[in-house]
């Protein structure tokens, strides 16, 4: 090669890293809150819906486990923004039919209603019972959502390697210490994707009491996705060990799916 063609594709290289930067340089250009705001898009927002077959397993401390079987459906109306979930439980008998939606409302509380079968009555959560256990699991119905970025203050600790991972690690402090069981929270996320791969929630002492992680991420239809994911306490060491059967993106769900009528009576070509 001519030392002049040799200056030449140095130069359109070059023109090409600047025209075309890594995510992981472009990730080193966002401030805290946009890391942890893309952190919670990969999480929360992939795709325009969702919809997922789901086990989830609770296992004690000692081992005893109960296995729950779901469908979810999640649909963005707005990117980062309004959104809606719909869960149907199809077992274990004592759950079975139960149903759950949620719409998300940004800058203002979400609304939540659960169908209990057995009573025939549909329940409206209050905004205050968002950090109550989600059927007994080691999650809140606002860990099921997701916490609104907004509502946290975000710093960037540090960055490290994480399982052979570049990764941010987060503190995050709510801005308004009511609207929350933790007192801080620490999130190792992914410099390159924006996986959230672990969270550490520690409480009104200042002691970790819950911890999340993302135990196997691979891309579906080309979205970085957590088809297992863990939130175990550490406290008394229950834990909850979530499973993605079966994930797909874009399936064209209706808003009108998203209604308290299909609380009682869910579409069947959604659910199975």
Excluded: C
């Excluded at 809150?33 to 990969?42: F, I, K, L, P, Y």
């Excluded at 401390?61 to 869960?87: A, D, S, Y």
């Excluded at 520690?202 to 196997?216: C, G, I, Q, V």
């Amino acid at each position: 090669m001519s030392r002049a063609r040799g200056s030449k594709m140095i130069f359109l290289f070059s023109l090409l890293l600047l025209l075309f930067p890594s995510a992981a340089a472009f990730a080193q250009t966002l401030s805290a809150e946009e890391v942890v705001g893309q952190a919670h898009r990969v999480l929360f927002y992939s795709g325009n819906d969702m919809k997922a077959k789901v086990q989830m397993r609770l296992v004690s401390k000692e081992g005893r486990e109960r296995v729950r079987e779901l469908t979810m459906l999640r649909k963005n109306l707005q990117q980062g923004g309004e959104q809606r979930f719909f869960i149907y439980f199809y077992s274990p008998a004592d759950v079975r039919d139960m149903t759950f939606m949620i719409w998300k409302h940004p800058q203002r509380d979400d609304e939540r209603w659960l169908f209990l079968p057995a009573l025939k009555l549909v329940r409206r959560i209050a905004a205050n019972d968002k950090r109550s256990s989600f059927v007994g699991s080691d999650f809140s119905y606002e860990d099921v959502s997701g916490r609104e970025v907004e509502e946290d203050t975000h710093a960037l600790l540090r960055e490290e390697t994480l399982a052979g991972r570049p990764v941010f690690v987060m503190r995050s402090v709510p801005k308004d210490a009511k609207s929350a069981d933790f007192s801080y929270r620490l999130a190792w996320v992914d410099k390159e994707n924006f996986v959230l791969w672990r969270e550490e929630y520690y409480d009104k002492r200042n002691e970790l009491y819950k911890l999340f992680t993302a135990d196997e991420v691979k891309q579906v239809q080309g979205l970085w996705t957590a088809v297992r994911r863990t939130m175990k306490n550490v406290q008394n060491g229950h834990r909850t060990e979530v499973t993605f059967l079966d994930v797909r993106y874009n399936v064209g769900l209706e808003d009108s799916l998203f209604t308290e009528r299909y609380l009682q009576n869910p579409p069947a070509r959604w659910i199975r």
